[in-house]
């Protein structure tokens, strides 16, 4: 499950912030629950642009056909390169044991797209 808000102070106003709870045949797992904010943390982004709203759009698919659920997280406001609030995607694509979950090693999600 992911939960977006985009509106969250971080380091500064309406930075945004995502959660993602891992599920398990019994439901969520609060002890394999993670904060996913731009910049910070080994993600992708910029931690010192603020208003930038990340995760205001939220979306789960198969974005790379491999079989294992990605997580699309929208930031509207984002400056992507010389465009003010050109908005940006960061895309964490999933892998079997490789969510970084176990190990707390975020390299295996990645994908900053301006």
């Known amino acids: 499950m992911a939960i977006g808000a985009p509106h969250e102070v971080i380091t500064g106003t309406a930075d945004g912030h995502a959660t993602v709870i891992m599920g398990s045949p019994s439901g969520l797992l609060a002890n394999r629950c993670r904060g996913i904010t731009a910049g910070l943390e ?3 982004g910029n931690a010192n642009e603020h208003s930038k709203n990340f ?3 939220l979306a789960a698919g198969d974005f790379d056909g491999d079989g294992h659920a990605d997580l699309a997280i929208g930031a509207p406001f984002e400056t992507a390169g010389t465009a003010s609030d050109g908005g940006a995607q960061t895309i964490l ?3 079997l044991f490789a969510d970084g979950f176990d190990s707390g090693n975020r ?3 990645s994908s900053w797209v301006p």
Do not use: I, R, T
Request: charged share 10%; no cysteine.
């Open 107 to 109: 390299d295996f999600w």
């Open 93 to 95: 694509y999933g892998a």
């Open 42 to 44: 080994g993600f992708p």
């Open 55 to 57: 995760s205001w759009a």
